[in-house]
């Protein structure tokens, strides 16, 4: 049976609704409006600010002026003890001949020292039923010194090889040029960037039609230009008894560049 509902609560119900719809329009307009004011003042307090970079490059050649390579005494012995007095006596006869020869004495350090034993495997007998595993015994033990020289008379450091390679030590290696005070060098390329930024920075100005006002931001990078280690037949990690003849070994140049961004704000 169907419901009858009075026209006057129909009227009511009515009203009630429009209420309900103009309270929620007041609602999401108060909402919208507030969301608009916080976007209007976001970045108002963040000054914006116009900004130009400019690279500039520095490049210089650099002769090293500082020889370096490594050698090594290799020695062995029924026990540590031998090997260890070997290698010793081996070691402090070359220090002493390249001390003699004008090597400083900051000038050489070990850079490696190392103890081995020496092993003999034995293979057992197999049956046919188990192979037992082969067992090892220590027949003897080796020793091994590194050194690492410099030699700043790098117009003798042919010489020096042979100095070395005359007392048979194992090999001599690494042989590489340096620049002693690299820094220094560092210090003026970087400089010539920052002359070479500046400059580009005034003609962008005045093409431009702006003033410059202060460095914001710096940056340097790709500086490089190391020496790298020059080898030859003879000396690169071989033996060094059958040399006689010192050696050749042209230092030339190595090229230093460094790049720099400055970065100008704009009156």
Known sequence: METLIDPADKRKIA??????????AVFVGIKAINALKEYSYIGKDVPVMNTVSV?????????????????????EGKTATEAQTKATAKTNAVLDAVKKAGVAEKDVKTISYNIYPKYEYTNSVCTQYSCPPSKSTIVG??????????????????????LVGGFNVSNVSGLSFVVDDMEAAKAEVRKQAIKDAKEKAKVIAKELGVRFDEI?????????GYPTPMMGEG???MAMDSMKVAPNVPVGENKLTTMVTITYSIK
Do not use: C, H, W
């Open 141 to 162: 033990y080796e020793v091994s010194q590194s050194i690492e020289v410099k030699v700043r008379d790098i117009e003798k450091a042919g010489d020096m090889l042979v």
């Open 55 to 75: 690279t500039g490059k520095g490049e210089t050649y650099v002769k090293p002026d500082i020889a370096s390579f490594n050698y090594t005494v290799l020695e």
């Open 235 to 237: 000396y690169g990690g």
């Open 216 to 224: 914001i931001s710096f940056y340097e990078s790709g500086q490089d």
């Open 15 to 24: 009203k009630y609704v429009i209420i309900l719809m103009i309270v929620l």
